[in-house]
């Protein structure tokens, strides 16, 4: 079955304490992305991955990290994580053609 | 820079009645264009997508959504609404290019009452 896989679903975590969202996927897709949801703003991406080792900044990429070391995973990090990061995060992949998105279930990040 | 914008923040249905949910675009050329679904505390589904041809598109659940060059807009019907399609509804655009982006609306919550 495909899918986009997500892990954990449900952090409650403190400032400062690093911590790493993982992403999954098993369609072979070349294109992942990070997303943020918040009331009233809709998702806004946080990065993105064209291929392997190419990686660049979304709409909000401040106080985020990524990498992509292999095709199937692409994991956000926060470092130094801020109350303002308490949000819903979806890891989300894509074809190149057709172009549409595949979204992971979701994880709901709290930082105290 | 492109947009999306769905006017209605929040919109109320009875049971049995139709829906139209409104969603306009801001952009030059044809674009890409979905509508998500996404119910209380899931994720998001992919209701229907647009990448061209006929303009007027199927989708799950009985909703279709019609694409209007003219009036830049994509907007959601369903003719007879059920209470288990109460969620929140948010319009897409793909952004061309390789950024991979989708560029959102900021979501319509559907309320149905009985």
């Known amino acids: 079955e495909a899918q986009v896989t997500q892990n954990p679903r449900y952090l409650i975590t403190v400032t400062g304490k690093k911590l790493t969202v993982t992403c999954s996927q098993n369609m072979n897709h070349e294109y992942m992305s990070w997303y943020r949801q918040d009331p009233g703003l809709g998702l806004r991406q946080i990065y993105y991955?064209?291929?392997?080792?190419?990686?660049d900044k979304g709409d909000v990429p401040e106080g985020y990290k990524v990498s992509r070391k292999e095709k199937r995973n692409f994991p956000l990090i926060l470092e130094s994580p801020s109350p303002n990061q308490t949000s819903l995060y979806f890891c989300?992949?894509?074809?190149?053609?057709?172009?549409?998105?595949?979204f992971g279930p979701g994880t709901r990040l709290t930082v105290l | 820079a492109q947009s999306v914008t769905q006017p209605d923040i929040h919109i109320t249905v009875s049971e049995g009645a139709s829906l139209e949910l409104r969603c306009n675009y801001s952009?030059?050329?044809?674009?890409?264009l979905f509508w998500y679904v996404q119910s209380p505390g899931q994720g998001l589904q992919l209701l229907l997508k647009y990448f061209s041809g006929d303009t007027l598109v199927q989708g799950i659940k009985g909703f279709e959504a019609e694409f209007k060059r003219s009036q830049s807009s994509f907007n959601l019907r369903k003719p007879s609404v059920h209470w288990s399609d109460a969620a929140e509804y948010f319009c897409a655009v793909d952004e061309p290019g390789n950024t991979g982006k989708l560029i959102f609306g900021q979501g319509t919550t559907l309320q149905v009452k009985p």
């Open positions: 989300a992949t894509r074809e190149t053609i057709p172009r549409e998105q595949f």
């Open positions: 952009y030059g050329a044809t674009p890409y």
């Open positions: 991955s064209m291929n392997v080792e190419v990686t």
